[in-house]
């Protein structure tokens, strides 16, 4: 099952790559939750929580590196497309997310240690001789 969403979740990440090139000032994105990610969410997990009465699922995409970004999931309002929700309040949800479980936060560090650590070998390399 999760290979079958595998192509729709490439998809809609290279959707998020490029948004962010389009808004350069920008280091976090709300959008709906796109159907591959709701289906391979199901495969890892065998089951998903109901979305709460008025509510709907979300995906907040926070920039970690030119190259590299984490989405988590949430719920938010049915009536929302997240499109219209700016950068300080996608902050602030972002960080409330992760003040609320730990191991989002270790993930985050660990990727953007790794981000870090890479870009980091880029510059050395570019910078060196050959």
């Given at each position: ?60 995409v926070r920039k ?67």
């Open positions: 099952m999760l290979e079958r969403h595998s192509l729709g979740v490439d998809l809609i990440t290279a959707s998020d790559r490029r948004w962010f090139e389009e808004h350069p000032g920008r280091q976090f994105r709300i959008r709906r939750m796109a159907p591959a990610e709701i289906g391979s969410a199901l495969a890892v997990s065998g089951k998903l929580k109901p979305v709460p009465a008025g509510a709907a699922r979300f995906t907040l970690l590196g030119p190259t590299c970004r984490m989405r988590i999931f949430i719920y938010g309002p049915a009536h929302k497309s997240g499109q219209e929700t700016g950068e300080a309040v996608a902050a602030a949800l972002w960080d409330q997310h992760v003040d609320r479980n730990a191991a989002v936060l270790q993930r985050q560090f660990a990727i953007a240690a790794i981000v870090s650590d890479h870009d980091a070998g880029d510059e050395a390399f570019e910078g060196g001789a050959a």
